[in-house]
């Protein structure tokens, strides 16, 4: 970052970047001494005290991973280096936004507030000190003259770490649909520490003592609605545009007469944002005078009075460290509780007296038992639960958690479903009113409860993505009621999935997104549930008012599937990667607990390398000498063995049906994108509409033999290929006998067609193009070997008539094609977000930096010739497999790795998509765009006529960063064009390419007789 900083505000090769070089050498050497030597004191120093702490015979590998507060605070980047350079690139900074700092001057100490204000990096910033009396009048002000503009409201006494204004203009302009940005704080004894950073260290001090003594940091999660209605998690620390400031909220806080954080709070209660207009920025840039977790009676007041507004059945009460919601809805909603047993009496007596206790007469109660039918069990049921009337379901097929609910499902007929363990027991009266309370809430997916295990320390508080594993439980092992780095453990939160040990689910909701999963059979698929229900747009939430206790575990036992642990991985990826949003990016996943962790982006491929057995790494694209060698020895092919294929195909005359089919595939990442998805595709085509039998040779290297991995993989993208056969091929020792005879194989990658065509007792050889390949690679020896694959004499089976045209064109070979089409499940434009003139345009680019043809270093340089020229007039967006933000240009907004069902969602929020390529396939991404209805802009690429017309339904750019950007630019200031270009993409897409039945019709007719004249 400062790179580029440097680069922009100092040119190379002038005299002042050269003075400024020698300069921050100079800083960066002296940084790097203070660095080392505080390091190595500060390993002494806890190695001297964790011997104290261990005690004699202790085994130190037993410690926990978390590091000190003093570890994680010294790697923060505000530092006189980064702050000089962060002062001189706002004077260049076009269109800057400005930032408001109004003190609210109520007793504390103002000076040290505004002079806090005047040391920001970020040179736009207008102090305002203002008395309790005058805020309405000034928010008025405010909102009326300034709406854009960002305010941030601080109470006398507050401090902001140096940068900090600097880091929320930053997330506006990268970001201009932002409306409220907020981040971590501390008490404001930390502010002493800022004074250090900037000023040097005191002589021989470096947080002399216990750091942990000056302060208590408060790491927030992401954006949480449901969390905000029962606490304010976010405190006095944010930033919001001037046009929310609400009047009637200055004149409550007057007339209160509190001096408390109720005036923030019911500002952020009154806010209606959606998760893309917040932010968070995870690190500690605020000290406060004082925090106070307590609940008084005007804070009931303001959130029954934010209930009222929105129209909830509820009403607040007063918790030990936050609000509560008791639920008054208008009738009872008739419920479902559905348990899953082993016969487990003991346990079942326990969850029958926890649904008594509810005391709701609208309750029906499904209970499958997998224990055995006998006439002693069915009595049993009779005598102990003949109150609750349960009906009761003989399971006598092999257990499978997912099967075993959806089938009591079937049989239910409640609106709400409550999804119970045998091992849950005593809790709160009011549990059930609680639970199904939240799940009736239309925003809310679904919902469960803190649960407490029977040593009566928390179980369950939130599922978090990446935690001790794949997933882990908030707060396991922590006492009821305890404060932690992300708050109390009493606050109701969001969270990404719910445990099913007790959770509640809408009916509708639960039959949207398909029940669960039953590839899980085990463990797992609750969380898949929350996920789906989460990329379906809905909220899940946990809450701590009512909790109830679990034995987790007692039931099933602690063994978790093998092939649980791989079907989760692929559902689950996307956050894997990417970090929980309700979890904080600097603390630990190795802990249920809150603590701190400093571990890079790599550390989570660390540890999924290990969980899953096999390397997780982000791709490059590399042309490295090793791989040629490599190839050049697994890529045999001599003149002979051309004419033994050809001669082959002679030698089948007429149609032969094909029923077993042998794929050549290559490793793979990911079954959900690019190529690979395609050959699964066509494969589930040709199952379910030909019952062809599809075995898959996976060509790898020497080791990489895990049946696990591919077909956990294979059956997430495409369930229909679940069972199909996969064998396993060392590229470099093949022997072609090892593979089954066949009616047909497919090459599906060059590498592979040297594999196919070598092989014998396949009736016919095809070749999968999907892309001109060589064009890889520079001239040399893999361009060499990829361009020679077309010279094999396979048939050609080519994705659009352009590569087809190709193979026979330029290499002689026979081919046919098909044309690509969408998945019409997750790309359409039913839905879009609607226009708005105010609304910054918003311009979507793929990016993948590992991929040489994306041209990401093209897009990089457009996208700062378009924010120079736009500003917050424009939006720009990116997603892309593998690729980290910290790979991203600071002026773009990055969302990661998408699960695939969330692409389409996105692309109906953009206004523009750019789609770039310079191969012979201008790959899926204009298709997908065009029919979620984005306005397309490509380079001028012959090989995509066949879609891409400019000026008709996309525009074209040179290949060049400054005509691309030229192109954007005149696009954002042209909504009729826009407009135009995106209603041609809808309707060609319908025309041509919205149905992959339609589009792959032919191929199987083309399998069984490649000679023929028709298909």
Known sequence: ????????????????????????????????????????????????????ERGPGQDPSNEGAGISYQDWFCRLPADPSILAVQRQWFEEWPRPPRVWGLVVDDGGDVAATEATLRSQSWGLVEVVKVEPSGLAEEFHRLSQEFPKDLVVLLRAGDRLRPDAVFQVAQAVWRDPWLELVYWDDDLDTLAQVWEWHEEGMPGGVYFEGDLDRLSQPRLKPGWSPDLLVGANYIGRAFAVRARNLQPDAARRYQSARVGDDSLWWDLLLGLELSDQQVTRLPAVLQTLTSRDDRIESHHVELVNRNLASRGWPARAEAGERGVNLTWTPDREARVSVIIATRHNRELLEGAFDLIRSADNPALELIIVDNGGWSSDNEAWYQRRSG???????????????????????????????????????????????????????????????????????????????????????????????????????????????????????????????????????????????????????????????????????????????????????????????????????????????????????????????????????????????????????????????????????????????????????????????????????????????????????????????????????ITAAFPSLADSPIVYHDSFAFDPDDVPSADAAIATMWTTAYFAARTPDQARRFYLIQDFEPMFYPAGTLYALAEHSYRLGLYGLCNTGHLADVYRDRY???????????????????????????????????????????????????????????????????????????HMDALITHVGQLDYRETGPLYRTCDIGVALTTSEHPSYLPLELMACGAAVVSFENPAGDWLLRHDHNCMQSPQTADGLAAEIVDLVRDPVRRRRLAEQGVADIAARHARWDQNLAGVYDYLCHPESDHG
């Open 387 to 713: 109150d609750l009337d349960p009906h009761v379901i003989w399971w006598d097929e092999p257990f499978n958690y997912s099967a075993v609910n959806n089938r009591a499902v079937e049989q239910s007929t409640g609106e709400v479903l409550v999804f119970l363990n045998d091992d849950t027991s005593s809790g709160h009266p009011q549990w059930l009113q609680n639970l199904i309370g939240w799940a009736q809430r239309p925003e809310i997916g679904a919902a469960g409860l803190q649960l407490i295990d029977d040593r009566g320390l928390i179980q369950f508080g939130g599922v978090v993505i990446g935690m001790t594993g794949l997933a882990g439980h908030l707060f396991q092992g922590m006492a009821p009621h305890s404060d932690t780095l992300l708050g109390p453990t009493d606050w109701t939160r969001n969270t990404m999935a719910v445990t099913g040990a007790c959770l509640a689910i809408r009916r509708s909701v639960f039959e949207e997104v398909g029940g669960f999963d039953e590839r899980l059979e085990l463990c797992g698929s609750d969380v898949v549930l929350g996920l789906r229900a989460r990329q379906a747009g809905y909220r899940n939430v946990v809450s701590a008012a009512t909790p109830i206790t679990h034995r987790e575990s007692a039931t099933r036992g602690p063994h978790v599937p093998e092939n649980d642990v791989f079907a989760s991985y692929w559902a689950y990826q996307r956050w894997l990667m990417g970090g929980d949003p309700y979890f904080s990016p600097n603390l630990s996943t190795a802990h249920s607990e809150p603590v701190l962790h400093c571990e890079e982006k790599s550390g989570v491929l660390k540890q999924l390398t290990e969980m899953l057995g096999r390397p997780m790494e982000v791709f490059y694209q590399r042309n490295e000498t090793g791989e040629a060698h490599a190839l050049a020895l697994a890529s045999q092919a001599s003149r002979e063995l051309t004419e033994e294929v050809r001669h082959g195909h002679l030698s089948v005359r007429g149609r032969r049906e094909v029923k077993a089919l042998n794929w050549f595939v290559p490793e793979f990442q990911s079954p959900f994108y690019g190529g690979i998805h395609t050959v699964f595709r066509l494969a589930d085509h040709l199952a379910i509409h030909h019952k062809v039998e599809n075995r898959f040779m996976v060509m790898t290297g020497p080791v990489d033999h895990d049946e696990r991995w591919y077909r956990s993989g």
């Open 812 to 886: 002689g070979g026979a081919a046919r094609h098909f044309w690509p089409a969408v998945d019409g499940s997750v790309f359409h434009d039913r839905g879009r977000m609607k226009p708005d003139p105010g609304r910054p345009v918003t311009v979507f680019i793929y990016a993948r930096p590992g991929h040489l043809r994306n041209c990401w270093e093209l897009a990089a340089r457009a996208v700062r010739l378009v924010k120079d020229e736009l500003a917050d007039d424009v939006r720009i967006v990116t997603a892309g497999s593998w690729a980290f933000p910290e």
């Open 1 to 52: 970052m400062v790179r580029r900083l440097l680069e922009r505000v100092l040119p190379p090769g002038t005299r002042r970047r050269g003075l400024i070089s020698g300069a921050m050498v100079i800083v960066r050497e002296a940084r790097s001494a203070a660095v080392r030597t505080r390091a190595e004191w500060q390993r002494r120093r806890n190695g001297f005290n964790r011997e104290l």
